[in-house]
């Protein structure tokens, strides 16, 4: 088992910056790979991006490459988002999730953080 606990999220003004975080506790849980998604009132959760455990390896969204940088430091068991620029479109809750492997499909994954909200301001 894994266990996700994101924080970090907040309100903040268009053009602005935040960094999220995800505290990994449970076996082995350097080992996998690792993702964020967000999901905004009224729609699917949509994939943000993912790194592989070893960070060597990431992608993103069309919608969020150049602004946003995922990260992790196994040593701390923590993922991090580092969103700048951030757009009123970027509002919505934030997930991160476990997984054996990089992926931008939600099913992929096997654990779940609860979500951290971000709302960005016009």
């Known amino acids: 088992q894994v266990q996700l606990v994101e924080s970090g999220g907040g309100l903040v003004q268009a053009g602005g910056s935040l960094r999220l975080s995800c505290a990994a506790s449970?076996?082995?849980?350097?080992?996998?790979?690792m993702g964020w998604f967000r999901q905004a009132p009224g729609k699917e959760r949509e994939f943000v991006a993912t790194i592989s455990w070893s960070g060597g390896v990431t992608y993103y969204a069309d919608s969020v490459k150049g602004r946003f940088t995922i990260s992790r430091d196994n040593a701390k068991n923590t993922v991090y988002l580092q969103m700048n620029s951030l757009k009123p479109e970027d509002t919505a809750v934030y997930y991160c999730?476990?997984?054996?492997?990089?992926?931008?499909?939600?099913?992929?994954?096997?654990?779940w953080g609860q979500g951290t909200q971000v709302t960005v301001s016009s």
């Open positions: 449970g076996r082995t849980s350097s080992s996998y790979a």
């Open positions: 999730a476990a997984g054996r492997a990089t992926s931008d499909i939600r099913g992929r994954y096997d654990y």
